[in-house]
């Protein structure tokens, strides 16, 4: 029988080693990391507890522009000095690892975001974003 979305749980699908960052993380730091990993989304984690989220969009509407800043070198000096706590949500939404696929891509689709954190309290365990989902639609019709 093949599994469908009412039969996986995020536990099945998640990313469980997500990159994270701490909320003194420069917002130069964090862009670079969302670039190197192809992600779109960073936890943000303070002494093993998750306390927020910073997105690839968050960190763009950080981002000074000209005419305050008139070289790239200059923006990214200034990305050096802000810090991931300026630019994150702080409670972000969450699941947990033992809700369905289903249910979890409905609170993505009805949310309208890319992304939901898989915690414990505030224990992060895991990521699952949309690509996440489409890899197990992919999957499923490929067999």
């Known amino acids: 029988m093949q599994r469908n979305f009412k039969t996986l749980y995020v536990r099945d699908v998640m990313t469980t080693t997500p990159i994270t960052v701490n909320p003194e993380d420069s917002l130069q730091h964090a862009l670079d990391l969302l670039e190197k990993h192809n992600v779109h989304e960073l936890p943000v984690v303070e002494q093993g507890r998750l306390i927020g989220l910073v997105t690839g969009g968050d960190l763009k509407l950080m981002t000074p522009a000209y005419p305050l800043f008139r070289t790239q070198e200059e923006i990214r000096q200034a990305l050096r000095n802000l810090k991931v706590v300026a630019a994150m949500t702080i409670e972000p939404v969450t699941i947990t690892p033992d809700v369905t696929l289903l249910a979890a891509t409905r ?30 639609i992919i999957e499923q019709h490929e067999e």
């Open 107 to 136: 609170q993505l689709y009805e949310r309208g975001i890319g992304s939901l954190l898989v915690a414990e309290g505030d224990r992060l365990l895991g990521i699952i974003s949309v690509s996440d989902i489409l890899r197990i």
